[in-house]
């Protein structure tokens, strides 16, 4: 009888930290209490976690609940630990901040063509996750954006953003017997409303309308470029997005899942709509405490009709490295990214990781037949190797050097570096 009453006793008045016998025993939460939070409102950090005041205690969902605070990706550090006294559990949850208001800076290139970004942004708007900014972009062009997104309101199930812009860019376009390059303008006003299921997953449906302008570079253009094309267009988008990756400093673990669509409406050619609809699959894996893999699965499907304004595009800034600058169009892609990466370096300012790398495309150019979608003329195929210096005192930024060598190409460059800021995917 003695040792059963000094188990009793034990169980009863030891401080806890881990998770021993606690997950056989009915205790309940008696405190949940946030710590470090300047600029995070607490009321809408609760949404995330499952842990409430009074509600048994459970050593996993404790644990997910970290896991969930990191995966919002606005803090440097989510610690936490929890004591048991007298049946009861008590939970201190330690937040380390990061800095929200600060300048957007891009450089990015390779031989053929040369990007920057800068901008202004809060990342994190009235401590709930918000984002508003400004935005300039120098591509071949001028650009610019205003932009809002509130992800997901507090204690909703609703979230949503808008963005007003205007986009200029070279871009070519490839007829019959000819590729014209034009100066296109975009001007464009856009939103979007979410509709979460959980954590992890939510549905977007979109709205946007469109003025665009092509004018001819070129001395002596095609009939059709002798003066600006203007079209005026409305655009319809839904999308589903399942995310459960989970974050660690530069590791990731999971999976993303976004299943796309969207409706193309020309008041000009009311008689050509256009329709598309999107899969992109991203798979993470640790493999043992300094690598990681990384894969990116994107099936793009758009109407298959002869037009010189082709939506899906080989591009060595957005898919596929070494390939060089907007060398094709089509109206359907498949892409296959992969990265193994690996951190060989780490202190209390960055992380510094060194990457192998393959991508590999097929494009299937208007009007072609599926089966020739996947034959060899149609692949763009480039492997190569990299480094990666992730700044941890500026939020996550990344520097980003590739160098990559074609293995598979039609009509692609052979190869070359690719620089950026933030991963590649």
Request: glycine residues 8%; charged residues 20%; proline residues 2%.
């Given at each position: 009888m003695r040792y059963l009453l000094f188990l009793i006793l034990t169980v009863q008045f030891t401080h806890v930290k881990g998770q021993g016998i606690v997950r056989h025993l009915p205790y309940k939460i008696d405190t949940i209490v946030f710590e470090g939070l300047n600029v995070t409102?607490?009321?809408?950090?609760?949404?995330?976690?499952q842990c409430k005041e009074g509600a048994p205690f459970s050593p996993e969902i404790y644990e997910r609940d970290l896991q969930n605070i990191r995966n919002i990706n606005l803090f440097f550090s989510v610690k936490g630990e929890w004591r048991v006294s007298g049946g009861q559990v008590a939970i201190t949850i330690k937040i380390r901040e990061a800095k929200y208001v600060y300048p957007y800076v891009y450089v990015g290139g390779f031989k053929e063509a040369f990007q920057v970004s800068l901008g202004l942004s809060n990342i994190h708007w009235k401590g709930k996750g918000g984002t508003l900014g400004i935005w300039y972009r120098y591509y071949d062009r001028h650009s610019f954006s205003a932009f809002y997104r509130m992800p997901r309101l507090t204690n909703s199930s609703l979230g949503y953003e808008w963005a007003v812009g205007k986009y200029g860019?070279?871009?070519?376009?490839?007829?019959?017997?000819?590729?014209?390059?034009?100066?296109?303008?975009?001007?464009?006003?856009?939103?979007?409303?979410?509709?979460?299921?959980?954590?992890?997953?939510?549905?977007?449906?979109?709205?946007?309308?469109f003025h665009e302008v092509y004018t001819a570079l070129d001395e002596h253009p095609v009939a059709i470029l002798s003066h600006p094309i203007k079209k005026n267009k409305g655009l319809i988008s839904l999308s589903y997005i399942l995310d459960r990756r989970d974050y660690s400093y530069?590791?990731?673990?999971?999976?993303?899942?976004?299943?796309?669509?969207?409706?193309?409406?020309?008041?000009?050619?009311?008689?050509?709509?256009?329709?598309?609809?999107?899969?992109?699959?991203?798979?993470?894996?640790?493999?043992?405490?300094?690598?990681?893999?990384?894969?990116?699965?994107?099936?793009?499907y758009g109407t298959n009709r002869y037009s010189p304004f082709l939506p899906y595009v080989i591009d060595g800034f957005a898919n596929v490295r070494g390939s060089g600058n907007r060398i094709a169009r089509g109206t359907?892609?498949?892409?296959?990214?992969?990265?193994?990466?690996?951190?060989?370096?780490?202190?209390?300012?960055?992380?510094?990781?060194?990457?192998?790398?393959?991508?590999?495309?097929?494009?299937?150019?208007?009007?072609?037949?599926?089966?020739?979608?996947?034959?060899?003329?149609?692949?763009?195929?480039?492997?190569?190797?990299?480094?990666?210096?992730?700044?941890?005192?500026?939020?996550?930024i990344v520097l980003r050097l590739d160098y990559s060598r074609a293995i598979h190409t039609n009509g692609g460059a052979k190869g070359g570096l690719v620089f950026g800021i933030g991963q590649f995917y």
């Open positions: 409102q607490e009321d809408w950090l609760r949404t995330f976690i860019t070279v871009e070519p376009l490839y007829f019959q017997d000819q590729v014209c390059l034009v100066n296109y303008d975009l001007f464009s006003t856009s939103s979007k409303l979410y509709r979460w299921m959980g954590l992890h997953q939510r549905v977007e449906a979109g709205l946007g309308i530069e590791m990731v673990e999971g999976n993303f899942l976004e299943l796309s669509s969207e409706y193309v409406y020309t008041l000009e050619e009311p008689q050509f709509p256009f329709a598309a609809g999107q899969v992109t699959w991203k798979n993470y894996k640790k493999l043992g405490g300094k690598w990681n893999s990384a894969f990116r699965l994107r099936l793009s359907a892609m498949a892409l296959f990214n992969f990265e193994l990466r690996r951190r060989v370096y780490q202190n209390r300012y960055g992380i510094v990781q060194l990457v192998t790398f393959s991508d590999l495309a097929w494009l299937r150019k208007a009007g072609d037949s599926i089966p020739s979608w996947w034959s060899a003329k149609s692949n763009y195929s480039y492997a190569g190797f990299g480094g990666r210096v992730l700044l941890q005192r500026f939020y996550h």
